[in-house]
């Protein structure tokens, strides 16, 4: 099978396609045949970074074709996605029964991998921000994967007014066409009025301004691999919060509330109110130039490989 897979940090470029033998399940887990992977910013932040190189996770889409000892609940020919740590750029990926949904009858591949993951994500921070019906809310990153899915949610859960924050005035329109009332860009001295609270993808040096755009009593929810520093006086003159999500946690400690998110996910996309958006898409070979994408934040949704 092929793989995609490098050697040493860089950029874009050090990513090469390779042969492998295709993988055997162990206890629990499940082989699938990949129809669609999720291109996400930490998985590209990992490649840039200084530590020794990592398998290209993250999340697939794929049909069932072997399952290991113990792996109960699923059959082959069964259509599943959800989070790979091993290798997920690659024609067969190992998913551990843990990280596995069902994908619908009539979705596609490229709708679980644009949805199910970064929708859960979206959906995990806004309730860990807990909103009441008539707040307003402010997104970073707000066209990417998980932004443009979080400024929807924010709107079907009561929002009264949505503001999204793009690093460039020309995804103005995009965002605008899913529900933002307002579009602030990175640069801008003040990001409008404040807001009860953030849903922050960026972190880094945005973490400031994002603490500096909430109201008293707002809530920052930092749920991005970009680190970043808040400081204490910020919080502590208006009686701020910043509160960190990580979905992995409720995957393994809660599954019946990842179930139940994900479930009221594809509701609301089978019934209109939650659309996903895809970039664009790429064949496994060019793994390189969907990491270009996400690197330039030129993303309008989703960037997906196709295997």
């Known amino acids: 099978m092929r793989r995609v897979r490098y050697e040493h940090s860089g950029g874009p470029e050090v990513l090469f396609l390779e042969d492998v033998p295709v993988p055997a399940p162990g206890p629990g887990e499940l082989l699938v045949r990949v129809e669609a992977v999720g291109v996400t910013l930490p998985v590209v932040r990992k490649v840039r970074g200084d530590g020794d190189p990592i398998p290209l996770g993250g999340e697939i889409a794929g049909e069932v074709v072997a399952l290991g000892e113990g792996a109960v609940g699923h059959a082959p020919g069964d259509r599943v996605t959800g989070l790979v740590f091993g290798h997920g750029y690659a024609d067969y990926a190992l998913l551990h029964t843990a990280m596995a949904s069902p994908v619908p009858d009539g979705a596609s591949a490229v709708d679980a991998v644009a949805l199910v993951r970064s929708g859960l994500v979206a959906y995990g921070a806004l309730e860990a921000a807990r909103p009441a019906p008539g707040e307003s809310a402010l997104v970073t990153a707000a066209a990417s994967g998980v932004g443009h899915l979080a400024l929807q ?39 409008g009025e404040p807001v009860d609270h953030v849903l922050d993808a960026v972190g880094g040096d945005l973490l400031t301004p994002a603490v ?96």
């Open 153 to 191: 949610l924010a709107k079907a859960k009561g929002a009264s007014r949505v503001v999204a924050a793009v690093s460039d005035p020309g995804k103005a329109d995009f965002v605008r066409g899913l529900g933002a009332d307002e579009v602030v860009t990175y640069d801008q001295e003040v990001w």
């Open 212 to 307: 500096r755009a909430l109201a008293p009593h707002g809530r920052l929810v930092a749920y991005s691999s970009g680190g970043g520093t808040v400081a204490a006086y910020d919080l502590l003159v208006g009686a701020k919060s910043v509160i960190g999500f990580q979905l992995g946690l409720i995957a393994r400690g809660r599954p019946e509330l990842y179930e139940a998110w994900r479930r009221e996910l594809w509701e609301l996309h089978a019934a209109g109110g939650l659309r996903t958006a895809v970039h664009a898409e790429f064949a496994l070979a060019d793994a390189a130039a969907a990491h270009a994408v996400i690197e330039g934040r030129s993303n309008r949704g989703k960037v997906v490989l196709i295997p």
